[in-house]
């Protein structure tokens, strides 16, 4: 069994806690329990009569689990963050952290397909009892469905090339592993931005996999209606963007660039953003170099 450190280096640590402000009998949810670094953080935080639900879609997670009275652990996607607290009777919670993004074991680990640096097969697939991977995306999806996903997520310059070369090559023969994308993909990047250019390939095919945006939206929705006027909801990105879509969230109580608000013309969002948006020092920069691009953002429930 790997420890908590090796399955995921925590970005923000202490940033996170200290944002969240723990209530000592408070109820929290750690929407995104990976190695459970924070998880304990929080604990610590907590006193006999304090709880902390965690929730993670990725079997692997399961060997990291707290042996602790006031822990609970729901081996599932965030967005059921609502039907699993009611399994739990809390309709209320004091708090709540999602560090969004790949874990830095399912990175190091060859076999799950998300890495650029191992041959592998096309997987990608955070809950692996999910039948659908990307090494079925890339052999199915048609040439505009390929285009919008590396334009859309990806935010290649190159998207429509990519998908047309992608569904010629498949004609010829099945793109089955990380090693033929890479080659594939070569012909597009040049030799200065190829890795990051790569890199943004996989975001987006891992984002498609895993419906990860939508999952998002859902998470935030529930997250708003379950926190306690006072509660703060705290979240760690690390792409523009999941980035987007917390911002928008926070300000607009919607997806779009436009305030919902009632017939009278009030917000209806009930977050209000608190200070500036959080980013890691250089020192944890240059001590786990997977945390330069991390972004949080800490909001508070205003009104019910």
Do not use: W
Not at 133 to 150: G, P, S
Not at 282 to 297: G, K, Y
């Amino acid at each position: 069994m790997m420890t908590a450190n090796k399955y995921h280096i925590p970005v923000m640590l202490t940033q996170s806690i200290k944002a969240l402000d723990i209530k000592p009998d408070g109820v929290y949810v750690d929407a995104t329990f990976g190695g459970g670094s924070h998880a304990r953080e929080i604990l610590k935080n907590l006193s006999q009569r304090g709880r902390l639900i965690a929730f993670d879609q990725d079997a692997d997670a399961e060997d990291q689990l707290i042996n602790d009275a006031r822990f609970s652990f729901h081996a599932a996607n965030f967005k059921y963050i609502k039907r699993f607290l009611k399994f739990e009777f809390v309709s209320q919670v004091d708090g709540v952290l999602a560090d969004l993004g790949i874990s830095s074991h399912q990175i190091d680990e060859p076999a799950r397909g998300f890495s650029i640096r191992y041959d592998a097969r096309l997987d990608m697939r955070m809950d692996q009892a999910q039948n659908f991977d990307a090494c079925e995306l890339v052999n199915t999806y048609d040439a505009k469905h390929l285009t919008q996903i590396f334009k859309d997520y990806g935010e290649l310059r190159s998207a429509g090339k990519i998908a047309q070369a992608i569904v010629e090559k498949r004609q010829r023969q099945k793109i089955e592993t990380t090693s033929q994308l890479n080659e594939l993909l070569m012909h597009f990047f040049s030799d200065t931005n190829k890795n990051k250019l790569l890199a943004m390939a996989y975001q987006a095919l891992r984002i498609e996999v895993n419906q990860e945006l939508d999952a998002l939206k859902s998470m935030l929705q529930y997250s708003a209606e379950l926190l306690k006027p006072g509660g703060k909801l705290c979240v760690i990105a690390y792409h523009s963007l999941e980035d987007r879509l917390v911002k928008r969230f926070i300000k607009n109580g919607n997806f779009t660039n436009e305030p919902a608000k009632d017939f009278y013309g009030n917000s209806l969002s009930v977050l209000k953003q608190k200070g500036k948006v959080i980013v890691p020092d250089q020192q944890e920069v240059q001590q786990n170099n997977r945390a330069r691009s991390a972004i949080m953002r800490v909001a508070e429930k205003v009104r019910s």
